[in-house]
């Protein structure tokens, strides 16, 4: 990569046809963080988002903790969101990437953080796809319990009322994640 940014290359300019930038590609590529920490030194822009309005940092589920750090050190909105729908940690969470998730918030990620009024937050992702030990790092990082999930936008399931955190839980018919929001409705 050195040698195509010594010879000129753009590192904000798009590198296929859906406007993916350099660092798009780097983020998730062949050694992540070498590849992106050479990009942001020759200027690549660190919230550039391609044609669908993909930022560099809606996609970390797919990387590294240390990119994760890298982004934000370099001002990388960590609350960015992909098509108004997805922030980073609800990606992540979604995906069951505990690490990526560990990561954003300890770099500043809001875990309540949803970019719109339907709150389907990173705890609904991590219940919805039954991974317990992100939602557990979610309610032991401040996630508030008592958020309401609006209906009908549920990307699938028919909820015709708002759920909070324990009545989706219940929704979903999942025992061991029932059990599991029952702890930490207890603890508060």
Same mark, same amino acid.
């Given at each position: 990569?050195?040698?195509?940014?010594?010879?000129?290359?753009?590192?904000?300019?798009?590198?296929?046809?859906?406007?993916?930038?350099?660092?798009?590609?780097?983020?998730?590529?062949?050694?992540?963080?070498?590849?992106?920490?050479?990009?942001i030194e020759n200027g690549?822009?660190?919230?550039?988002?391609?044609?669908?309005?993909?930022?560099?940092a809606t996609i970390l589920?797919?990387?590294?903790?240390?990119?994760?750090?890298?982004?934000?050190?370099?001002?990388?909105?960590?609350?960015?969101? =992909?098509?108004?729908?997805?922030?980073?940690?609800?990606?992540?969470?979604?995906?069951?990437?505990? *690490?990526?998730?560990?990561?954003?918030?300890?770099?500043?990620?809001?875990?309540?953080?949803?970019?719109?009024?339907?709150?389907?937050?990173?705890? =609904?992702?991590?219940?919805?796809?039954?991974?317990?030990?992100?939602? *557990?790092?979610?309610?032991?990082?401040?996630?508030?319990?008592?958020?309401?999930?609006?209906?009908?936008?549920?990307?699938?399931?028919?909820?015709? *009322?708002?759920?909070?955190?324990?009545?989706?839980?219940?929704?979903?018919?999942?025992?061991?994640?029932?059990?599991?929001?029952?702890?930490?409705?207890?603890?508060?």
């Amino acid at each position: 990569m050195q040698y195509l940014i010594d010879n000129g290359i753009d590192v904000n300019g798009k590198a296929d046809d859906n406007g993916d930038t350099p660092l798009l590609w780097a983020v998730t590529g062949e050694n992540p963080y070498e590849a992106s920490k050479l990009l942001i030194e020759n200027g690549a822009d660190i919230n550039a988002t391609n044609d669908s309005g993909v930022a560099p940092a809606t996609i970390l589920a797919a990387s590294t903790p240390k990119v994760v750090k890298l982004l934000k050190d370099n001002g990388a909105d960590l609350d960015t969101k =992909f098509l108004d729908y997805y922030p980073p940690i609800a990606i992540a969470a979604g995906a069951g990437n505990l *690490e990526i998730v560990k990561a954003l918030v300890e770099n500043g990620a809001d875990v309540n953080y949803y970019p719109n009024d339907i709150n389907y937050t990173a705890i =609904f992702h991590a219940i919805d796809q039954h991974n317990y030990e992100v939602a *557990e790092y979610l309610f032991k990082n401040g996630v508030d319990l008592n958020i309401k999930m609006k209906p009908d936008n549920d990307y699938g399931r028919s909820i015709k *009322e708002s759920y909070n955190v324990l009545e989706y839980a219940e929704a979903i018919q999942d025992k061991k994640m029932i059990d599991l929001v029952k702890k930490y409705y207890k603890k508060k």
